[in-house]
């Protein structure tokens, strides 16, 4: 597999399936909801790319709403899981592919891409953004639209407080900021990950270079109106348009 720096950086490649199980198994679906309005608006009933798919949560209930999907992620481990997920009667719905995004290559073009629960931040640089955001218009058909979440600087960085020349959250001194880079790392697990903070107009601007615009906007994927106010996230839903 071709590996980005993000990829390799991330902490994500190598994060063990069991842990993850623990911290977001296939039954903690309280994002659900949003997925799913976007796959009922965007998919135009061709299949679905999930983009980061991880054990296969959002995976399962695409294909039980009767979704055909191509499900994507850099960790082995966590694709085994969401392989076994997948009742039996639903297996032929759904291709899973061992990439990295930033890379990705498949030779398929979607009405809708979507990447769930904070997957966006684990590519880490504006070049990989740039990289990744290029190869995923090439999947997406003309009009085709790309649904994520991802953290949003301003509300994210609420807490931090300089300690021993680093930046930490006050409330939690195991996730520490890196102001140059934008890059969040948390280390509140056995795995500690990595996160880059956005704010709206990055997204803008990148999609805008890359042949996209936003669409929708939320606060969060209870698409409460996005404020900049604590508890927002950025929920986006951009637009290919040339
Ligand atoms: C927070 S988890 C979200 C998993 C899943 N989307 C969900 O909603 O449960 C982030 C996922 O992104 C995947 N990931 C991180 N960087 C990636 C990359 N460069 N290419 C493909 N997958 C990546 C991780 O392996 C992990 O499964």
Sequence with gaps: MELSESGKQSGWRDYAASEWDQRKPITWLHDWDFWKYCA???????PILELACGNGRITRQLALAGFDVVAVDINPHFLNRAVDAIPAELRSKINFHLQDVVHLALDKQFHLAMMADWAFPAILTQSDQRQFLKHLHHHLLPGGHFAFNTPFATTRQL??????DKLVWEQDSKRTFDALTQVETNATSPYPIRLRHNTLDDIRLLGELAGFKIAEQYGNVDRRPLLGVEGDDLTLILRKTS
């Design 40 to 46: 009922d608006k965007f998919a135009q009933n061709g």
């Design 159 to 164: 807490g931090l407080i300089s300690m021993d």
